[in-house]
């Protein structure tokens, strides 16, 4: 699986950005893609994750409400809509994508990352 990470950016503290996440490789429909995030200094965490058997997405607590996670079936594309931005959603994000069994919570449990994509946010 190729994952290809875009739309970081500059925005001021309120507005929005939307990562696309193109996939390749494998079947679209049978891999679990997760988005991360890593702040300087910090660990990389779990933003948001999208099982592909049609289960609920999965939010991390402090993007709940203000991200959203979906995909696109006819071009192979994940999405992560980001609104209401903080100066604390500054990072790197990359998209993850696995083809195993495991939770989609844990970031040794992906198989595939694609490079990272920066987001600041200025207060």
């Known amino acids: 699986v190729q994952l290809q990470a875009s739309g970081g950016g500059l925005v001021q503290a309120g507005g929005s950005l939307r990562l696309s996440c193109a996939t390749s490789?494998?079947?679209?429909?049978?891999?679990?893609v997760g988005w991360f995030r890593q702040a300087p200094g910090k660990e990389r965490e779990l933003v948001a994750a999208?099982?592909?058997?049609?289960?609920?997405?999965y939010y991390a607590r402090f993007v709940m409400g203000r991200f959203t996670i979906s995909r696109d079936n006819a071009k192979d594309t994940y999405y992560l809509q980001m609104n209401s931005l903080e100066p604390g959603d500054t990072a790197v994000y990359y998209c993850?994508?696995?083809?195993?069994?495991?939770?989609?919570?844990?970031?040794?449990?992906?198989?595939?990352w694609g490079q990272g994509t920066l987001v600041t946010v200025s207060s």
């Open positions: 993850a994508a696995k083809t195993n069994s495991a939770d989609i919570y844990r970031i040794g449990n992906y198989d595939y």
């Open positions: 999208m099982p592909w058997r049609g289960d609920r997405p």
């Open positions: 490789g494998r079947t679209f429909r049978a891999i679990d």
